[in-house]
């Protein structure tokens, strides 16, 4: 076991694109934990779609050994965490795990909303947060104004142990792991005491089963012994306690302040939830602590959708592969739906927008799956005649209208933070969204903060598209729930040659449903193809059609071309033009690509 | 005979000899490259003495593997056969004498492009008994021809057609395209007119199809040429498919009109499944159960260094193509004959799968069930492919 005096615990806060995975692969030079020549580009970033689109999903931490100036050696422990709004609370575990943070910011840009998020959750959790300065070999670099934003902005953060650094040319990279040492305080534990671990995220591997990420808050831990996860109850045996440097390797105990990896006799993720407090089971040598670690919560998805195979083939497919992406994402939910247009599929339940759209992807990439993603919605409480209440989030599921009395819609708290010629363009956005204005004040020269309240259904419709299109990029946005609110809202159906498809319909509110019918219908006819005959396409509120547009039926589809008696080339591009049907949803012989069942995302709100 | 199909030259040669074989002969050169080609084409004149050479040695290697089997039609295409010189053409007609049996022909068709032929050409190939020829006029409208980078004007497509007729061919072809920016119905009802008059007794209507890269389609990308609408060059297929009747000339095929008994023997067989040989860069063959293209490459098919490809067809795959091509003909297909054809081989679930999916295509009126037969109706013939999706 390490002395707790030599370990630091840290996590690495940062907006997208601001540096943190590049400032993560020097700190994992500088301190040997891989040789150069091992060096991969952003070795915590694993998965393909977490460097593709240069986000964290997934936790990670990897052990440090660094020789200071004072000629200690210590081991520094780097918890990587997702930086998006939709994982906030596996954020705040992490960041639990940990005593300080490395806030990197763009000195070419500044804070954003969502680094503003992450630092308040850091102070929450009375971690010594230390700013870097990243990207100072730009010529466009001010790291004295973005320190000042960053003193201004967040006012907590203690800004006199600043490192400029340029983490792509490594520049001041090592002054980074020395302030580390020196002003990151040392983990606190009682060793002696029961036994009380963090879990702060877990993985599925299939050769070990589920492998805990775990803090050591007090007390000690070793192979052998069984374990109790507080919150579910269940009890296992230890087989393994290890680090990562960044490989797994075996330690033989672990103790106060230490982080590392337990594998036991864990079968299924759902066994460990992140935020649980592990403790030892009663034996005749271990007993349990009394109380668990404070914070943990059961996360519950905000966004719904169903997904449906395009080929009714794949169901069991789908199931498999759902069951296998579970074991990795437990927040990811499912159960089995059945729509009248797109037949068996499941009803998902997901953390936010861009995670509903990570499980799609890594759906049909890693099993390779041709999917149909419905329209998001979030959950409806409705209130029903007979005096009960029910969670809807699935508009095709809404009770008929007269057993209504009313229904409510989430609401949340969403802080932006841009620059102030931007200002009139988000306001515009907000107001348009239904937004009741809480804040609007400047956070530093050149930068504003607007606190909204707003209908979360408001949001997942791409929102945070237009955010990102009216500001040029230089928005950024984090939300949390607040509550819920009654609203006026009405059901809108969307039929096709006359069909209601049960999975297009969506709850809106009553005085947008007009221009949302239009725009859909319009968007709807640009995505689908021309058929072999006229395809209408309605937007209903009850039996009212308010908008109406027609795909004219194809006048040609045909090879009318000299190819001799190369058949096999005619063939091929009749194949061809087949395989892209095969990704088309037929609804009543219409075929309906993906994009269709999304329209509305892409509707100008 | 190839090395990949060299342990099956007995069952090529059972197939040559079971019925008469069709013979595709593809000369790969060409005065200038027109705007709109992919096919395997050279101006490259140097190349020509080791192309016709190594065409020289296909023939006679495969007619001496096959065993001089009977061919009845013959189709010499490219490129431009019609840059050939009276002597290479007469050379590679003699080796087609030599190694094929040509005791039953019935056609003997070759391409020719107007800008090179002269009469005296014609009337040297007509003696060596070519007697169909194939004229690439594609429109009359000069403007247009230049954008296509046509060699020839409408002036020197319609005296081809005359040339033709005075050198003794009977069966004369012209290609029309429809489909070329700038172009407008009137001016393809007159061109087919035109062509009629000046005696085609054959029409073969393409669409142009910029599939694959050439200058013409980096013009468009370009945004300096525009392409008609789809539903205009669906008009204009419609119109042709009204008026070309009325001139006598009734469609056979969905691209192919002609007057009554002057279609393309060799052309149907293709969509007939009826054997063919073909030999030349990019040829393609059929005999047996076996389908397969020679190498595009120029250089590696004349030094024989070019890879085949080269398809077995399973028996499910044979049957599919039956309708897959045979639908092609107006005439349609005999669906029963088909059926019994697939009781046989034991894939009638497969042959009732095609009849649920052709269902709907009967009911939107694209086919026509009459008793046995299965044909496209009019409007169907132009909405053909996701029709014939179902067997690909």
């Not at chain 2, 009204?242 to 007057?259: H, K, Q, T, V």
Request: with cysteine; proline share 5%.
């Amino acid at each position: 076991m390490t002395d707790p005096k030599l370990i630091r615990n840290f996590s690495i806060i940062a907006h997208i694109d601001h540096g943190k995975s590049t400032l993560a692969d020097r700190l994992l030079e500088l301190t040997h934990t891989i040789a150069h020549r091992d060096m991969q580009a952003q070795i915590l970033d694993n998965m393909d779609l977490e460097r593709e689109r240069g986000i964290t999903i997934k936790a990670h931490a990897v052990t440090l050994k660094y020789d200071a100036l004072d000629g200690e050696t210590y081991t520094l422990n780097l918890i990587d965490t997702p930086g998006h709004v939709d994982f906030a609370y596996e954020v705040s575990r992490s960041l639990a795990a940990c005593e300080g943070a490395i806030l990197v910011v763009d000195s070419t840009q500044g804070v954003e909303a969502q680094t503003l998020a992450n630092t308040y959750l850091a102070l929450e959790n009375y971690l010594e947060v230390l700013p870097v300065l990243n990207k100072t070999d730009l010529p466009s670099s001010e790291p004295e104004r973005v320190l000042e934003e960053i003193e201004s902005v967040i006012g907590l953060v203690d800004i006199a142990h600043s490192v400029n650094v340029s983490a792509k040319t490594g520049e001041n990279c090592d002054k980074v792991l020395e302030q580390i040492v020196k002003y990151i305080p040392p983990p606190q534990g009682n060793p002696d005491a029961p036994l009380q671990a963090l879990v702060f995220d877990s993985y599925y591997d299939a050769y070990r089963g589920v492998v805990s990420l775990i803090r050591i808050m007090n007390g000690r831990i070793k192979p052998g012994e069984t374990i109790r996860f507080m919150a579910t109850g269940g009890e296992h045996r230890v087989d393994e306690v290890g680090i990562f440097n960044p490989k797994m390797s075996k330690l033989d105990a672990m103790g106060p302040g230490e982080v590392g990896y337990l594998v036991g006799s864990i079968k299924q993720l759902s066994d460990v939830k992140v935020g649980d407090t592990i403790t030892h089971a009663l034996t005749h040598n271990t007993k349990p602590a009394t109380v668990a670690l404070k914070g943990f919560k059961e996360l519950q998805p905000v966004v719904f959708a169903g997904i449906f195979p395009t080929s009714s083939d794949d169901y069991e497919n789908l199931r498999n592969a759902m069951e296998k992406l579970r074991l990795n994402d437990s927040s990811f939910q499912y159960e089995p739906e059945t729509s009248q247009a797109l037949g068996f599929g499941f009803r998902c339940g997901f953390l936010g927008l861009l995670h509903m759209e990570i499980v799609q992807e890594r759906l049909e990439r890693e099993f390779d799956l041709d999917l149909i993603t419905t329209a998001p919605s979030v959950r409806y409480q409705v209130y029903l005649t007979d005096d009960t209440e029910i969670d809807v989030d699935n508009p095709a599921r809404l009770p008929p209208l007269p057993r209504i009395v009313r229904i409510e819609e989430p609401l949340i708290e969403a802080t932006i933070l841009t620059r102030p010629d931007f200002v009139g363009g988000l306001l515009k956005l907000c107001e348009e969204r239904r937004g009741i204005q809480q804040r609007l004040e400047f956070v530093g020269k050149d930068r504003v903060m607007l606190v909204y309240e707003l209908p979360l259904n408001e949001v997942v419709l791409d929102f945070y598209d237009k955010l990102k299109s009216i500001s040029k990029g230089y928005a950024s946005l984090d939300y949390h729930l607040k509550g819920y609110r009654e609203s006026d809202l009405v059901k809108m159906d969307i039929l096709v040659n006359g069909e209601p498809v049960d999975a297009l319909s969506i709850l809106i509110h009553r005085s947008k449903s007009q221009s949302m019918g239009h725009g859909l219908t319009v968007k709807m006819k640009e995505v689908i193809p021309q058929q072999l005959f006229d395809v209408s396409i309605q937007a209903a509120i009850g039996a009212k059609i308010i908008a109406r547009t027609n795909v004219k039926a194809r006048r040609k589809d045909v090879l009318a071309k000299c190819y001799g008696g190369d058949i096999s080339r005619k063939k091929k591009l009749l194949s061809k033009q087949k395989e892209g049907k095969k990704r088309m949803k037929s609804i009543g012989n219409v075929d309906i690509p993906q994009e269709a069942f999304l329209a509305i995302l892409k509707v100008d709100n | 005979m190839f090395k990949e199909l060299e342990a099956q030259s007995e069952a090529l040669r059972e197939a040559a000899r079971v019925e008469p074989l069709g013979l595709y002969l593809h000369i790969p050169f060409c005065v200038d490259r027109c705007a709109y080609c992919s096919f395997v084409s050279t101006r490259e004149e140097s190349l020509r003495p080791a192309v016709l050479e190594r065409l020289r040695q296909d023939l006679q290697t495969w007619g001496d593997e096959l065993g001089h089997p009977l061919v009845d039609t013959v189709y010499l295409g490219g490129g431009t056969p019609s840059v050939l010189t009276a002597g290479e053409l007469t050379a590679l007609t003699d080796e087609v004498k030599q190694a094929f049996d040509l005791s039953a022909l019935l056609e003997a068709t070759l391409e020719a492009n107007p800008g090179t032929v002269d009469p005296a050409w014609l009337q040297v190939a007509r003696g060596l008994g070519w007697d169909r020829i194939s004229l690439g006029v594609q429109t009359l409208d000069d403007d247009l021809l230049r954008r296509l980078g046509r060699i020839h004007d409408a002036r020197t497509g319609l005296e081809a057609l005359q040339q033709a007729r005075a050198a003794g061919f009977q069966r004369i072809s012209a290609d029309l395209m429809i489909g070329i920016p700038g172009q407008d119905l009137a001016r393809v009802l007159d061109d087919a007119r035109q062509l009629v008059a000046a005696g085609a007794s054959h029409l073969s209507i393409y669409m142009l199809d910029l599939d694959k890269d050439c200058p013409l389609k980096a013009e468009v990308a370009a945004g300096r040429l525009v392409l008609p609408t789809e539903d205009a060059v669906a008009e204009a297929f419609e119109a042709l498919q009204e008026a070309l009747p009325s001139l006598g000339l009734p469609a056979y095929e969905i691209s192919n009109y002609a007057r009554p008994g002057q279609l393309s023997i060799h052309n149907t067989r293709y969509w007939e499944r009826r054997p063919y040989l073909g030999l030349g860069p990019s040829s393609a063959s059929h005999l047996g159960p076996w389908r397969w293209t020679e190498s595009g490459d120029l250089h590696a098919w004349t030094k024989g260094t070019g890879a085949r490809d080269i398809q077995e067809l399973n028996p499910a795959e044979a049957l599919a193509e039956i309708p897959l091509l045979g639908l092609r003909m107006l005439r349609g297909i005999d669906w029963e004959d088909l059926r019994a054809r697939a009781a046989g081989l034991a894939l009638l679930p497969l042959v009732e799968k095609w009849e649920q999916e052709l269902e709907i295509f009967i009911q939107l009126g694209l086919l026509t069930r009459q008793g046995a037969n299965l044909r496209f109706s009019r409007k169907g013939l132009l909405l053909s492919n996701p029709v014939l999706e179902i067997f690909v």
